[in-house]
């Protein structure tokens, strides 16, 4: 693997922060004036979430077709793949996979109406792991800078 291979990940990762900070700064404080809150706001925190998880999706993808895996055949199967790689620690892996995934698609498939309160504590939880998925990720590529440099 080639250090320009990694570029289009990082790039995808420094997007994701950005969506990660928007999120953040539209995201009230306290919970009760999200709920208060008009639906544009929740229509912006939905779609701020959504974007977030899809980067990491999309890095995912990125990475395992890297090294030389084929791409994953679900969003979830992603996190396992580069969890396998050694990019991310169980932890994340495990909310991104079964929280976030899944939260993601209820989003974007309008599965049921979404309950402004667990979109609220998703959002919450979405700034922590998705900043934590990042700094995972991207110590993982300065190591792959540093193993490339030694050969």
Known sequence: MATEQLEPIRRKLKT???????LENKLPTEKEAYLR???????????????????????????????GGSPPD??????????ELGAIDQAVRSVFQFKFVPFRNRIVHVYED?????????????????????????????????????L
């Not at 994701?16 to 900070?21: C, N, P, R, S, V």
């Not at 679900?74 to 580069?82: E, H, P």
């Open 16 to 22: 994701m922060w950005e969506y990660l900070d928007r």
């Open 37 to 67: 809150g008009e639906d544009m706001l929740h229509w912006g925190i939905e779609r701020g979430c959504q974007l977030s998880v899809e980067c990491a999706i999309d890095t995912n993808n990125l990475l395992v077709t890297i090294t």
């Open 74 to 83: 679900t969003a979830r199967d992603s996190f396992r793949a580069v969890f």
């Open 114 to 150: 979404l309950d402004n309160s667990i979109v609220y504590e998703s959002a919450q939880s979405l700034l922590d792991y998705g900043r934590q998925y990042i700094q995972q990720m991207t110590a993982y590529l300065e190591q792959q800078d540093k193993d490339l440099v030694t």
